[in-house]
Structures are given as structure tokens and as C-alpha cells.
């Protein structure tokens, strides 16, 4: 049985595995900054609202439905309101700030909780993740140097982490196999060993060997259900043509948004046309989070008019805007792609308030995320 400390950490690591997948399915509006000034309904205290939130967290790592975080929140909020310089809760509204991507939100909390307590090495391993979505790598390293409390293999995979958007790929893969290979499985908690079969499965994907890591992706999965694990393993799996199996993972998996997108595209590469009024339907979606300014999913939306319905203008602006919110090396990869297209005379971005110019500029001059 896990201390108090260790299972936090453990639903930590499980939060920071699938904080990029997230469900839409029930959106009502733009997604906006999170706000201490909001009046939910209810909530817990003690033990009973920390089991909640972690309850919450976990399920919505299986389903990548985002009202699950709302519910999470609406858990935390009062408490934050009502102690506002406890660890506890600012670590707590941190995790579900950065998880409903308030990144800024989020990195306003781990530096108050930080002050409170500065050996908090939860609110660090979230630090990082939230320095490698915005890109700065370098303070992604620093914190996981700063973490002196978890298990090596925890620590060696938040650096791995940070290799992978540095592109130093070996050194951290062999470290990452020989921790694997020594490391009991019943020893640690089954969402540290998921979460690092997933990076390992990352760092694979960034050295180009989409079978080791499409491998890496199944082995945590098994471990623990993720939506953005399933996600990364169906992008592999196209990668190395094996379809029919992709199809498999899908269908094993909830109706998530990031997957809604990918069987999209699967079922396209296999020749079979996708359903007509799901396509239909997802554009409608998107064309409406689009005149709303709603960019939670902008890497879903410009993987959809990239690889399905083809507006290579539209999926160009939807990149960039992604670029704004996220850096991660999956997001350069996507802008990339988008470069070299051509767009056709019916395929105009939309007019938006979104200032995008700076990350064109940017974007130019580098394939790789500050550091």
C-alpha cells in the first residue's frame, strides 16, 4: 500500500501521461483561463475531496473526456478560494489547471506552491511538462534536475522527457532500457511504469523506429489505459503500415476526440471512405470552435484538414495557432508537414484575432522547440 505521498505522485504521473488528450464532445464554448472566482456547486474536503479529484483524473485518463476535469475542478475550487496558500490545494489546481491546458494558470500555481514548499518534487515533475508544452526546454531540465524524491526511474524519465525535445535520442533510450530492464514491474506503481513505457515509446518515435516504439505504446497501454497513449500507438502503427491493427486499437478505445480524427484517417488510408455524416460532423464541430476561437484541439483540427477532409490552408493556420499554445516536438512535426502546401482558391484561414505572426517567424527558422 502506497504512503499518502507516493499515490499522489503516482496519480501525478498518470495525469502528466495524458494531459494532451482531451475530449470535446460536449463543448459548449471557448475555452478560457481558469478563474479562482467561480461559483461551483459543491465540494469536498480532506481525504474525501482529494479521493475525488484523483477519482476524476484517472478516468478521464482512460476516456479523454474533459468534463471529467471540469467536475475535478469544480472539486478543488472552493477549497483554493477558501485556503489559498496550502501546497495541498495549489498543487491539486495546478494538476487540473495544466490538464485543461491553463498553462500559464498552471505555472502561476507550481510557482506559489513551489514558494511553500520548494521540495514538492510532484509539483516539479508537473513543472516540467508544463515547460516542455511551452517549449522551454531548459527549464523542463531544471526541474527534473530538482527532483530528489521519486524513484530513479521516475527521474530518468522526466529527463527523457527533455531529450526527446532536444533531440538527444540515444543516450536517453539506453538509460531508459536499462532501468526497464532491471526494474520489477510490481515494484513501483503501475502508472510509473506506464508512464515511462510511453516515453520510451516517445523517444523511439523520435529516433524513427516507429516498430520499437509502436511496441513501447502497446506495453503501456496494457499496463494502464490512456487515450493519448492510444493515440500515440495508432500513429506508429500508420507510420508502419500496419492498418488493419490500428483499426483494432481504435475500436478498443472511448470516443475521444484525438481518436474520432485518427479512425478518420486510418479508415481513408485504408481505401474504405470514411463515413460521410461523420465527416460532416466533425468539420461542423470544428468550423464552430473555429469561429469561436477555440484552439484546445487545434493539433486535432489541422491533423483532420491535413489527412481527411484536405484544406491545406486551413490546416496550415490551425499548426501555427497550435504552435502558440503548445510546443511539444509532435506539434513542430505537425507545423512541418503544413509548410510546403499549397492552398487551393476555396481554401482560405479564416479571419481571427489570433496573433500568429510571431510564431510563423519563429517557426521558419527552426524545426526544433526553444530550449
Known amino acids: 500500500m502506497l504512503d499518502a505521498t507516493l499515490r499522489i505522485i503516482a496519480m501525478v504521473v498518470a495525469v502528466l501521461a495524458c494531459a494532451t488528450a482531451q475530449s470535446h464532445d460536449v463543448h459548449d464554448g471557448p475555452h478560457t483561463a481558469l478563474s479562482r472566482n467561480d461559483d461551483p456547486p459543491h465540494a469536498f474536503t480532506g481525504e474525501r475531496r482529494q479521493e475525488q479529484v484523483e477519482q476524476q483524473f484517472m478516468r478521464f485518463r482512460a476516456t479523454g473526456d474533459d468534463r471529467l476535469l471540469d467536475e475535478a475542478w469544480r472539486l478543488i475550487e472552493p477549497e483554493l478560494r477558501g485556503r489559498p496558500h496550502d501546497p495541498d490545494v495549489l498543487r491539486t489546481a495546478a494538476f487540473i489547471a495544466q490538464a485543461r491546458h491553463a498553462f500559464d ?14 521540495g514538492d518534487d510532484q509539483v516539479r515533475l ?7 508544452v511551452r517549449g522551454t526546454v531548459s527549464e523542463a531540465d531544471r526541474a527534473c534536475r530538482a527532483l530528489r524524491k521519486v524513484p530513479p526511474l521516475v527521474t530518468a524519465t522526466c529527463h527523457a522527457r527533455v531529450a526527446v525535445a532536444r533531440n538527444e535520442i540515444e543516450p536517453a533510450r539506453s538509460r531508459l532500457s536499462a532501468l526497464l530492464a532491471v526494474v520489477a514491474p510490481g515494484s513501483i506503481p503501475v502508472e510509473w511504469y506506464a508512464w515511462t513505457w ?36 495508432v500513429d506508429a502503427l500508420l507510420e508502419i503500415g500496419r492498418l488493419d491493427h490500428a483499426l483494432e486499437i481504435l475500436d478498443a478505445g472511448p470516443p475521444a476526440l484525438p481518436l474520432t480524427v485518427r479512425r478518420l484517417i486510418v479508415t481513408t488510408r485504408l481505401g474504405s471512405l470514411p463515413s460521410s455524416e461523420e465527416i460532416v460532423r466533425v468539420d461542423r464541430e470544428f468550423e464552430r470552435w473555429i469561429a469561436a476561437e477555440d484552439w484546445l484541439h487545434a493539433r486535432e483540427m489541422a491533423r483532420f484538414y491535413l489527412d481527411v477532409l484536405e484544406r491545406p490552408a486551413l490546416a496550415r493556420h490551425l499548426a501555427l495557432i497550435n504552435l502558440t499554445l503548445q510546443r511539444e ?10 509548410r510546403s502546401l499549397r492552398p487551393t482558391r476555396r481554401d482560405q484561414p479564416p479571419s481571427t484575432r489570433s496573433d500568429i505572426a510571431p510564431v510563423l517567424t519563429s517557426a521558419k527558422g527552426s524545426d526544433k522547440p526553444a530550449g
Do not use: F, K, N
Not at 126 to 132: C, K, R, V
Open 105 to 118: 494558470y498552471a505555472l502561476g500555481l507550481t510557482r506559489e506552491a513551489l514558494a511553500l514548499d520548494p
Open 126 to 132: 508537473l513543472l516540467a511538462s508544463i515547460h516542455l
Open 198 to 233: 510511453s516515453v520510451a515509446g516517445d523517444l523511439a518515435a523520435a529516433a524513427h523506429d516507429a516498430a520499437a516504439a509502436a511496441d513501447c505504446y502497446e506495453r503501456s497501454l496494457a499496463l494502464l489505459e490512456s487515450t493519448q497513449v492510444r493515440a500515440a500507438l
Open 329 to 338: 516536438p509532435e506539434d513542430m512535426w505537425l507545423e512541418r508537414r503544413t
